[in-house]
Structures are given as structure tokens and as C-alpha cells.
Nanobody
């Protein structure tokens, strides 16, 4: 199984980026795919996830600015009105299980991880 992220880069504050995560090796269409991020010196934190066909959960810090979606085994994160504090390495994660909201923000709930893509927001 492979998860490959793409779409990271450098953007000015207020700008937008769209991240993609393509899964191969197995299907996660009935499971959960999520985005996490990790800034230097910080713990990896939950950003957003989609469980099953269309159950979406977003972290409070991004829910008015980011949108998560999926098309079969490709997941997207549309990031708008970006802030310098969004700067981090963004990781794609997946599990074949349809996680409930209470656990899908935990890194331990996910089995597969991508290598990450750097997102930098300049002020």
C-alpha cells in the first residue's frame, strides 16, 4: 500500500493550495482517509478526515478555511485563506475502517501513512 501526497509548496498569507493524496495497493472507499500536519518541534496534529462515503470532520482551527473531499481512493484538501501558522509538513493517512468521530483525530487510528508534503505560508 502506498499513499502519495502532492500539491504542497510556498504560498503567501491569504492564498490557497490544494493537496492531493493518491492511494494504491488497496481501496479505502469504505474506510477513512485523513490529513495530519506537523510543524517543526510540534506534535503531529489532526487536520481533517473523511470516513466512509461522505462523513467529513475538520479540526476547529481550519473548519472555516479548509475543505476535504475524496474521489474513490484519491483525497483532496483545499486550503483557503491560509495563515503562517498553517506552515507544516502535511501527511495523508488511511485505514480500511470507517472511524467514528471520537477516534478519527488520533494518529493511532490510522494504519497507512504517506511521506508528507511541505506547505509553507509566508507572512
Amino acid at each position: 500500500v502506498q499513499l502519495v501526497e502532492s500539491g504542497g509548496g510556498l504560498v503567501q498569507a491569504g492564498g490557497s493550495l490544494r493537496l492531493s493524496c493518491a492511494a494504491s495497493g488497496r481501496t479505502f472507499s469504505s474506510g477513512t482517509m485523513g490529513w495530519f500536519r506537523q510543524a517543526p518541534g510540534e506534535e503531529r496534529e489532526f487536520v481533517a478526515a473523511v470516513a466512509g462515503a461522505d462523513s467529513v470532520t475538520l479540526a476547529h482551527s481550519v473548519k472555516d478555511r479548509f475543505t476535504i473531499s475524496r474521489d474513490n481512493d484519491t483525497m483532496y484538501l483545499e486550503m483557503n485563506s491560509m495563515k503562517p501558522e498553517d506552515t507544516a509538513v502535511y501527511y495523508c493517512a488511511a485505514t480500511p475502517l470507517p472511524l467514528i468521530v471520537a477516534v478519527l483525530s488520533s494518529t493511532r487510528a490510522y494504519v497507512y501513512w504517506g511521506r508528507g508534503t511541505q506547505v509553507t505560508v509566508s507572512s
